[in-house]
């Protein structure tokens, strides 16, 4: 599913319903002429926590029903339908496995089944948008027709963090033909969808220069996860596409100022009582060294949560830089050395070509293991459960 195209959600099945009555059950067994698909879901490095875990398959999805064979109630599952693509992508979360390494799941198509509310709530407020998972807030987001999104992590006592995007410009000899961003416009209207296992928020914008003509267009798209009930797991996208021209990115520590060139920039500022006091595997020495060593995750904590933000280094190519901004804010420089970044003359994004940037953002109580349950976040994030098709669908008599 593209960022910037936030998918339909089809129906979804709650494990936690109540068992069907013979009277459903043979509406089911009437209904239930579709096609039966077998999958192995290899999750050997998943042992101790749930995952997120997604197949992709052609066409639309209809009626999805998820069955481990092992056990007599369905998986929640969610389908998100891309009509750029005509693909659905099947969304599920897997178990603590323990000594297991692998386990077999059916995909049932085109089966009548009873709705249940999602898990993953997405409310409208007077700002954005919170998302409560299984009636906890835990977040918002706010997509404004004009400025720089934001996503806040929330909880019982309120905010915790805020996490901006937004794009730096340097240089004063500007191009005749392609200024500097100015601003940025909403194009259209954001979509918020509830979900079995997944909440989405996404919108699209449009960054202008001081003449009003398009630079570039951005993406932003936020996942809320239904997973481990005392953690919040948000997966946020954040992407560029280079629509009318070549988009020149800036170097984070030598800008050039003889051309206008744009750099992608993440913020982290904190709230409350929270500080940062782990950046990578330094430990806590200070700001000095934060910003001379590059990380992928930084820890934070207050007096009653631990907050981490993880970068995902299969999109920001090498780890990027980071600076203190006042005392509770920390900013991600993007290194020019991005997948998908032409290295010629200068960096630049070529045009029809697009740079998509992900992180996850976590919030769990305080334990003496905060650091190790961030790394796991990481790989689960990069490497995910592998689904592999066992046999060829079938007709169900």
Known sequence: MSSHEPPETSPAVDADATEPSPSDMRATSDADQGETHRFRVDAAGHRRRSSLTH?????????????????????PCQGE???ATDRTSLWWLTDPLGAEES????????????????????APSATGWVVSIRERRSG??????????????????????????RARSFGEALDPTRGAARQRVRRGQPIACDGAVVGTV???????????????????????????EKATIIDATYSWQATTGPIPLALPHSVPASRPCHLPVLRLALAGGARVSWFGDL?????????????????????????????????WGQPPRWRFVGNRSVEALASP???????????QLPLGSSLTLRYRLLSFPPTDDALDFAREQLLDAEYPPRVRPLEEPAERP
């Open 140 to 165: 918002e987001v706010l997509l404004s027709k004009r400025g720089v999104p934001q996503l806040s992590l929330l909880d019982d006592r309120g905010r915790l963090a805020t996490v901006t995007h």
């Open 103 to 122: 386990y077999d799941v059916d995909l049932r198509l085109g089966v009548r089944q009873r709705s249940t509310p999602a898990r993953v709530k997405v």
């Open 337 to 347: 050395g991005l997948p998908g970044a032409s290295q010629g003359d200068h960096v």
């Open 55 to 75: 197949v992709t398959l052609s066409g639309k999805i209809d009626r999805p029903l998820l069955q481990r064979p092992d056990r007599s109630r369905p998986t």
């Open 283 to 315: 430990g806590w020495k200070g700001q000095e060294e934060i910003a001379a060593h590059p990380s992928w995750i930084v820890l934070a904590m207050s007096e009653h949560r631990c907050l981490a933000l993880v970068l995902s280094s299969s999109t």
């Open 202 to 228: 996404a919108g699209r914008f449009a960054q202008l220069d001081e003449k009003a003509r398009v630079n570039w267009m951005e993406s932003h798209c936020y996942r809320f996860l239904d997973g481990d």
């Open 81 to 83: 339908y891309d009509a």
